[in-house]
């Protein structure tokens, strides 16, 4: 149960993986009961012993839960997506299964991109991990079908327009031939492979390999292990202001 009353909203934003917007959003749309009656005001407070449903499925309320935090190396040909009912292959599943533990992760790689994905039961680190807001910034390994010029580099630290949202990376640095180190803020969906097709030099490999101070270091791909503290931890490392931009200015 829940220590001490507890906006709803901010009780669903910790102990699943909606963002505090998306948990209201929720709310709003009818989606959410509280002790068997359907509640649309966010505000509404939780009480210990309250039973909390999402979607007709219930939230945990007791702060003692077990909670688990996982680095995983997916492989291409995984989906992030727990809810894709045409995945034949879904990331999550490389991961142990403990009864009423549920894993969500902290953002997203697409099916054809490899790499570092977090995976956690503690909705609070999850949102501090994904939210833009918190300047968590993480890095990726890309290599893209030619070399790219000065000018088109610049161009992805600028901000690229694409399908109504604005696309820019921290930095892009250069590496070996067609490959360069690319730093972003947030991860909008396929946000590196429209980068790059915009400029006209398509993805190739996408990689990720860090998130904050935290590296993917040597485990095998398709592997997990669980996070220590100290590395929990260094997963949380904020850039400063000057190099991590606001959602307002991308």
């Given amino acids: 149960m829940t220590e001490a009353p507890m906006p709803l909203g901010k009780f669903l934003a910790l102990r699943t993986a909606l963002s505090r917007r998306a948990a209201v959003a929720a709310v709003k749309a009818g989606r959410v009961r509280l002790d068997g009656e359907t509640v649309r005001e966010p505000a509404r407070r939780v009480l210990p012993g309250s039973r909390v449903e999402l979607d007709g499925n219930a939230v945990e309320c007791d702060d003692a839960r077990p909670l688990r935090y996982y680095m995983l190396n997916k492989p291409r040909g995984y ?14 599943d490389l991961l142990p299964v403990e009864p009423g533990v549920r894993l969500f992760s902290a ?16 909705g609070g680190y999850v949102e501090e991990l994904s939210h833009p807001r918190n300047r968590v910034l993480k890095r990726y390994r890309v290599e893209v079908a030619r070399p790219l010029s000065e000018r088109e580099t610049e161009r992805l630290r600028e901000g690229i327009a694409d399908g109504g949202e604005v696309l820019r990376a921290v930095e892009v640095i250069p590496l070996d031939g067609c490959e360069y180190e690319f730093v972003l803020n947030e991860g909008r969906k396929r946000e590196i492979r429209r980068m790059t097709a915009a400029v ?24 997990f292990r669980e996070l220590t503290p100290e590395e929990r931890r260094l997963s949380l490392i904020r850039a400063p202001e000057s190099d991590a931009p606001s959602p307002s200015r991308r």
């Fill in 79 to 92: 989906v992030c997506s727990s809810a894709d009912p045409h995945a034949e292959k879904l990331a999550v």
């Fill in 200 to 223: 006209g030099a398509p993805t190739v490999r996408l990689r990720r390999f860090a998130v904050g101070g935290l590296e993917l270091g040597g485990l095998p791909e398709g592997k």
């Fill in 107 to 122: 953002g997203r790689l697409d099916k054809e991109s490899e790499g570092l994905l977090i995976f956690s039961n503690d």
